[in-house]
């Protein structure tokens, strides 16, 4: 297991920070109407990432998602920029802005999607695996899901084949409590979902959404019994989302007392408490940080801004791989 010391600490007090101010652009640019459809903000689950990444290797470690994807891809080393220029829907978007939020995707760092369909990733991600075994490559799949997803008869026949053919993948779901708008309590029988994993014998665990280090610990071990040849895991990691399920939504389901009481846990709020008690730098430090993040985004959104749409005609190259496709000889006839 690797050492966290103070370098790892304001990694992920910086990463964070920059991660929350991101998705607070986001949500800034969808209400001016430079970005359109849908968009669903990652705000409060900021830990997940922080940890998920430190224990992976991620030169040879996959991820999966489902459709609250823009931070996640940055956190395995996609540029910033090229995120929001996929939300812009511009030609240097990460699917040539073609995909929009819920599409995000990058073959360098091995991340696949960004996915639309509830647990429609689930299967996906164990295929990826399978693929991982089957040429012999020691990558490990990390398969993200939200607790809605976990009712999809996909999860099942995916958890079943996982642990029969001891997959190299970990399961993960972001247990933010509410399904679009619909509580676990109401949505579900089984009112810890990590229970669900001991229908297959396989090995799983509760964990703290709100502190990366516990997130390191549990991901860690789940990731080197899948890469040792042990099979999955499955983590149930308990968060908490502070905006809505997307742009559109009221939230009528829950209180803003609520919120704000979940906010007490806020993870980069616990992070900031740790280096300021432990001394390791200042406030005056931290906030230094702020100008950076900012300055950081607005270049961002300066690259979204300046490059050109998204070119309709290039849907048949980066669909189609062979050149030759039938579908596409019909069209150039046409």
């Not at 689950?45 to 823009?70: F, N, S, W």
């Not at 940055?74 to 802005?97: D, Q, Y």
């Not at 007490?264 to 740790?274: A, S, V």
Request: contains cysteine; glycine residues 8%.
């Amino acid at each position: 297991m690797k050492k966290i010391n103070n370098d790892i600490y304001l990694k992920w007090y910086k990463d964070m920070s920059f991660w929350r101010k991101f998705e607070d652009k986001c949500r800034s640019l969808y209400l001016k109407q430079k970005i359109r459809g849908f968009l669903h903000l990652y705000n409060g689950q900021e830990a997940i990432p922080a940890g998920l990444v430190h224990a992976m290797d991620l030169k040879k470690d996959k991820m999966i998602t489902a459709y609250r994807c823009h931070i996640l891809p940055i956190a395995m080393g996609v540029n910033p920029k090229n995120i929001i220029a996929e939300l812009f829907g511009k030609n240097t978007g990460t699917s040539c802005g073609m995909g929009g939020s819920m599409h995000i995707f990058s073959k360098k760092y091995r991340f696949y999607g960004g996915h639309g369909i509830v647990g429609g990733q689930i299967p996906l991600g164990a295929g990826i695996a399978f693929a991982d075994k089957y040429f012999y490559r020691d990558g490990v799949t990390i398969t993200i899901m939200g607790d809605g997803a976990v009712n999809q008869g996909s999860l099942h026949e995916t958890f079943n084949m996982a642990m029969i053919w001891k997959l190299p993948v970990v399961f993960i779901c972001e247990n933010n409590r509410y399904a679009m708008g619909t509580s676990v309590k109401r949505s579900s029988n089984i009112k810890n979902i990590y229970k669900i994993g001991f229908s297959y014998k396989m090995p799983s665990f509760c964990v703290d959404g709100m502190d990366p280090l516990k997130i390191y610990e549990h991901a860690y071990n789940a990731i080197s019994r899948a890469r040792n040849g042990n099979g999955p895991t499955f983590l149930d990691i308990l968060t908490y989302r502070y905006r809505g399920h997307s742009m559109s939504d009221a939230e009528t389901y829950r209180s803003k007392k609520e919120v704000n009481e979940s906010k007490n846990r806020d993870p980069i709020l616990l992070i900031k408490q740790y280096l300021l008690k432990t001394k390791i730098v200042t406030e005056k430090v931290l906030n230094s940080f702020q100008d950076e993040i900012n300055k950081k985004i607005n270049e961002c959104v300066k690259f979204a801004e300046l490059s050109y749409s998204a070119n309709v005609e290039k849907l048949y190259s980066v669909v189609y791989n062979q050149k030759d496709y039938p579908f596409l000889e019909k069209k150039r006839k046409k």
